[in-house]
């Protein structure tokens, strides 16, 4: 009986070691990153995750600083046009959403706001740097100039959580999300112009292509999770042509020349899509879903999110 029971004391204090050794490890684990962003300069990057933010060195990735930005999710990051500030969106989910407006590239704390009653999933800048949006799962997309104390502009344009937004000039967004649809409304006024419905499953993300030098019409992509990625006429409420993958695209980006739309997808893939001839060409074949990617300034590389880890791919001349 003695023996028996020291078996089993052996047993015991085995499986403890286990589950203690399998929680130091849950806790050493390096959360994944959930938002990335490029500098002006093209020198430095900023990812985001629950851990806080790290600033590192572009395109070596050589580890720079890190800073607790007291969020317990972040959700994006967006450096201004001027290249001078940075927001910082995220939240505790079903409690509030905050967007933080730091200096960059030292991250110095300038104004926080908490005006939504969920995480906040996007921000954007306008095209002149003088006001930003931000969109959150609440349904509320808020629009505030500068470092003002509070939002100016609130629009009710849908009737679910909002995923992504788009200024597409100085008076007009693109916002869209859980509703598949895709509003655009004035910034002045929070009037809803047009409302496109084309899209059968939830909207992740709008990109606006960048100023075309031919004088055509820039083009707003969307990307869905009905497999589609869909390009748009915004200002007439025209949809031009769409794309369907074999997986859901989770993550758009032009590149700065506004030639290529990358593309990444659930199923690991980054793409090159021509938005004329719907040609598309595998850049790269991850191990997981691409949730983040970024185009570097001089259109050279871009950067991908693999989990906790990031990747650098060399884009095709």
């Known amino acids: 009986m003695h023996h028996r029971r020291k078996q089993w004391t052996g047993v015991l204090l085995t499986l403890l070691l286990i589950i203690f050794v399998a929680n130091e490890c849950e806790c050493l684990a390096e959360p994944p990153i959930t938002a990335m962003a490029i500098s002006l300069d093209n020198l430095l990057v900023i990812t985001g995750s629950q851990r806080g933010l790290v600033v590192r060195e572009w395109p070596s ?38 967007v933080q407006l730091r200096s960059w590239p030292d991250l110095v704390m300038e104004r926080s706001w908490s005006e939504h009653h969920d995480v906040v999933y996007k921000v954007a800048w306008s095209t002149n740097g ?32 909002v995923f992504a937004a788009a200024f597409l000039k100085h008076d007009a ?21 047009r409302v496109l419905r084309q899209h059968t499953g939830t909207v992740h993300a709008l990109a606006l292509q960048p100023a075309r030098q031919d004088g055509q019409e820039q083009l707003l992509a969307s990307a869905s999770e009905d497999r589609t990625i869909r390009f748009w006429q915004a ?28 593309v990444g997808n659930d199923d690991g ?16 074949n991850q191990a997981a879903s691409v949730l983040n990617l970024v185009v570097g300034a001089d259109d050279a590389r871009l950067l991908v999110s693999e989990g906790s880890e990031l990747v650098s791919i060399v884009l095709p001349k």
């Not at 967004?173 to 112009?193: E, H, K, P, Y």
């Open 235 to 262: 200002s007439i409420g025209r949809m031009v042509r769409f794309h369907r993958f074999a997986s859901t695209p989770r993550s758009i980006a032009w590149t700065h020349d506004g030639r290529w739309l990358i």
């Open 173 to 193: 967004v693109a916002t869209a999300g859980a509703d598949r649809t895709i509003a655009v409304w004035n910034s002045v006024s929070g009037q809803t112009s």
């Open 61 to 98: 990735l050589d580890h720079g600083r890190a800073i607790d930005c007291g969020l317990d999710s972040i959700h994006d990051v967006c450096i201004s046009p001027d290249g001078k500030r940075v927001l910082v969106a995220g939240g505790s989910p079903g409690l509030s959403g905050v």
């Open 130 to 161: 003088l006001e930003w949006i931000s969109v959150s799962w609440d349904g509320y997309c808020r629009i505030c100039k500068g470092n003002a104390p509070a939002s100016h502009v609130t629009s009710t344009s849908h009737s679910g959580p």
């Open 269 to 284: 893939t980054v793409v090159q899509l021509d938005p004329t001839s719907l040609k598309s060409f595998v850049l790269s």
